[in-house]
């Protein structure tokens, strides 16, 4: 059975990193960016990094990048390298890189190892976390894939510092819903945070949202069980990702993850007799993260419709990981069409 092993360095990360490649004895080492992380983030990889890199790969940044067509592009790039079993792939930027890197890595001459340096909150907090690949398929959300783990994960706090806030609070939605799936105590925390924050701050939730991933994904990684609490907020979320791309419409992962937090809050309270207050407290934090996408209830039919290809269906079924209460999630639940749209609704209101 597979199992989940990423070592993860966050202190002294490029001291840490320089160890480990030493242990390994690659032949080739090939790193992929994006058009931002090659001029901010680069320049510093290639500063600490103690062996040459073979070759570097610069996609277009965003979300529009992951898709089948990159992946035959980098593909082409690195055979043309002349990559071997023991070639090393760096996917470094944020969690389209990641995703998408992960995932070429993960089938390219049946699989080659990856290390990621994530450079983003997202990254950080979340999407380097937990070995899923996937790419994005007629507009479809995630729905090519494979659990392809990096053999390590450098995290350098200093790359947050060239993120705009629109860039970081798209990363802190994912926090957030850790707290929603951890512990009251931990929402608490997050309810009584001022914004903008602190570098310290930021990198204390960073650590904490990472161990709270990494306990789950060490309990499933393939998401036969448990994992799957990890998906709340994220089946009306990437709906509503999939809605976007097919509109053209700019929305970031965590503002659409937002909304879908928003809404999935809504039904698990509807169900289990929450008190509105906590509905609206939790809508009253996430409102701010959630960007400037707005949804009219002619768009409701389509979202539905791409709700229901979701790839986490079973047996036809779209199941929901809910909360019974905050910090105790509930795993396959059904949810009908018209809880979607007064989900939906409550979510619209002011």
């Known amino acids: 059975m597979k199992t989940y092993s990423s070592l993860i360095f966050s202190t002294a990360p490029w001291e840490r990193l320089h160890a480990f490649l030493d ?141 705009p806030d629109r860039h970081v609070r798209n990363g802190f939605v994912e926090i957030i819903k850790h707290s929603l799936i951890s512990s009251p105590s931990y929402w608490w925390d997050i309810t009584s945070l001022e914004w903008p924050l602190s570098q310290s701050t930021l990198q204390d939730f960073i650590k904490k949202s990472i161990r709270s991933k990494t306990e789950i994904v060490e309990k499933d990684y393939l998401e036969n069980g448990i994992r799957k609490v990890l998906n709340f907020g994220h089946t009306i979320g990437h709906a509503l990702e999939s809605y976007c791309m097919a509109h053209n419409q700019d929305v970031l992962h965590g503002e659409a993850i937002a909304i879908g937090i928003i809404c999935e809050s809504y039904l698990s309270g509807q169900r289990n007799r929450w008190k509105p207050h906590l509905i609206d407290q939790i809508k009253s934090v996430l409102k701010p993260f959630t960007g400037t996408l707005q949804i009219s209830k002619q768009d409701y039919p389509e979202i539905i419709r791409f709700l229901l290809a979701d790839k986490k269906k079973q047996n036809r079924e779209v199941h929901f990981s809910l909360l019974e209460q905050i910090g105790q999630p509930i795993l396959n639940q059904r949810v009908s069409e018209e809880e979607l749209v007064n989900s939906l609704d409550y979510y619209n209101l002011n």
């Open 23 to 163: 242990n390994q004895k690659y032949s080739t080492i090939h790193v992929l960016a994006d058009d931002q992380t090659e001029i901010h983030c680069l320049p510093i990889l290639k500063e600490h990094l103690s062996l040459p890199i073979s070759s570097c790969f610069v996609i277009q940044s965003g979300e529009a990048s992951k898709s089948l067509e990159t992946c035959t592009r980098i593909w082409e790039h690195l055979l043309h390298q002349n990559p071997d079993r023991n070639s090393l792939i760096i996917c470094l930027g944020g969690g389209v890189i990641t995703d998408l890197g992960g995932f070429c890595a993960s089938v390219l001459l049946r699989g080659l190892d990856t290390l990621y340096i994530p450079t983003s909150l997202m990254a950080m907090a979340d999407a380097a976390i937990g070995g899923k690949t996937a790419v994005n398929f007629e507009y479809y959300k995630n729905q090519i894939g494979s659990f392809h783990a990096p053999l390590a994960i450098a995290i350098d706090y200093r790359f947050l510092n060239s993120l």
